[in-house]
């Protein structure tokens, strides 16, 4: 039995309106992908290489961290293991991003932090700046407290601010926030200008919208100079990073960088949801991460950036004409668009019976009809070079 409600939405009976945010996965759908070749090459991954996860050094962090038990099995600090929150801040710091570890609060990855802050400022209805495309799963934390979109282009060089512009004119309800992936954005690679970062803050300030700059991908640079944080430019912004991308994403730890009058919030949300990040597994990553993750770090970038060039150079050998890419400076991914009479949805079955899975573009849209048909997202992290060329030349072969 479904019930409609006020909205004009139709929900299964019982159910809080929320649950429209949780329709249909976008990953189950792949599922019944898998079966359709015995030697699927996957592109659909966010994820860092698993033979370059630090295994070692976590055992090792993590006996030091046990070694802490049993006061570490005990209720702990809301805002997180305090040394872990120090390192965060002075790592941030050291690349050009001043914080104090008393602005940070540790999260389940910066999913939750995502989470947090839009519990924190979300009322039902109300909207929301994001880039189009832009990351899944953030769309769906957002869309779990009724927010509405406002979707604005990226090009080579990131958000459109003259699109954002046009876009905060056109509003019919002014919105609250922007949420931004500045840095080798996901899904399309791009990153906002410095000329850009400027603009959007402006923007901000002129309209007094919030921004949360998601920030997973920015220490994996492969060329070029760093760029400055947005949260570096104005110490409103509420920047979220994360240990997934340069460690491991199962330990499920990230942080926000809280600003000034939201930081007693960010903790009481933490405490309301989960009451603090688990005690052992914070510490794990701060034994691991002190004194290694810079050359962790550095060598991931080595890997990444050489596999990066193969993707890109493979696609410039195989795919047809009338294809176009963009070529990130770091992050995980490329993002493809299509010609118009190839749809990334329609093509993905033919793709994976060839042996090749991708993420059709659309599911990275808040509104799938709005754009992504006719492009995809690869990833290049995880996969080993010689794996890239075959799955690209598969790929070429159903697109030709
Ligand atoms: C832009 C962006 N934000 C947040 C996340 C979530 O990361 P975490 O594992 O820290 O929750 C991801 C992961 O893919 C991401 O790409």
């Known amino acids: 039995m479904s019930v409609i409600d006020h909205t004009g939405l139709r929900l299964p009976a019982g159910l809080a309106r929320r649950t429209a945010a949780y329709g249909p996965s976008f ?87 995502i989470d947090l802050a839009a519990r924190l400022l979300l009322n039902p209805g109300d909207a929301v700046v994001v880039e189009a495309p832009t990351f899944i799963d953030a769309i769906r934390s957002f869309a779990a407290y009724e927010a509405t979109f406002l979707e604005v282009p990226v090009d080579q060089d990131g958000m459109r601010i003259d699109a ?47 921004v949360i700059e998601d920030d997973p991908y920015g220490e994996l640079r492969y060329d070029g100079d760093p760029l400055p944080s947005l949260r570096s430019l104005d110490p409103h912004v509420i920047y979220l990073g994360t240990f997934s991308k340069t460690i491991a994403p199962g330990l499920r730890v990230g942080w926000v960088a809280a600003p000034e009058h939201l930081l007693e919030l960010f903790r009481m949300a933490k405490e309301g949801t989960d009451i603090h990040t688990a005690r052992i597994v914070t510490r794990t990553v701060f034994h691991a991460a002190e004194g290694f993750l810079d050359d962790h770090v550095a060598g991931l970038r080595a890997v990444y950036r050489a596999r990066r060039e193969v993707l890109l150079e493979t696609l410039a050998a195989e795919m047809p004409a009338g294809l176009r890419w963009s070529r990130p400076d770091g992050g995980f991914f490329v993002w493809v668009e299509l010609p118009e009479t190839i749809n990334a949805s329609e093509l993905l079955p033919m793709a994976a019976a060839n042996g090749v899975i991708f993420l059709p573009g659309s599911g990275f849209y808040p509104n799938p009809a709005t754009g992504g048909s006719h492009a995809l997202r690869l990833n290049f992290s995880a996969l080993p070079e010689d794996r890239i060329r075959e799955g690209i030349r598969r790929l070429a072969a159903v697109i030709r």
């Not at 990953?27 to 996957?42: E, K």
């Open 164 to 210: 954002l512009r046009e876009v905060l004119r056109g509003a019919a309800i002014p919105p609250k926030l922007i949420y931004t992936i500045p840095t080798f954005q996901n899904p399309s690679g791009t990153s906002l200008s410095l000329s850009r970062r400027h603009e959007l803050l402006d923007v901000a300030r002129e309209h007094g919208l919030a």
């Open 27 to 113: 990953w189950a759908g792949l599922d019944s992908l898998f079966g359709l070749h015995p030697d699927i090459i996957y592109f659909g991954g966010g994820v860092p290489s698993q033979e370059l996860i630090p295994v070692e050094r976590l055992r090792y962090a993590s006996d030091l961290a046990w070694a802490d038990a049993p006061a570490a099995l005990d209720y702990g600090e809301v805002a997180g293991y305090r040394p872990l929150r120090h390192l965060i801040a002075d790592r941030m710091t050291a690349q050009g991003t001043l914080v104090d570890a008393g602005q940070v609060v540790v999260t389940n990855g910066s999913q939750q932090a």
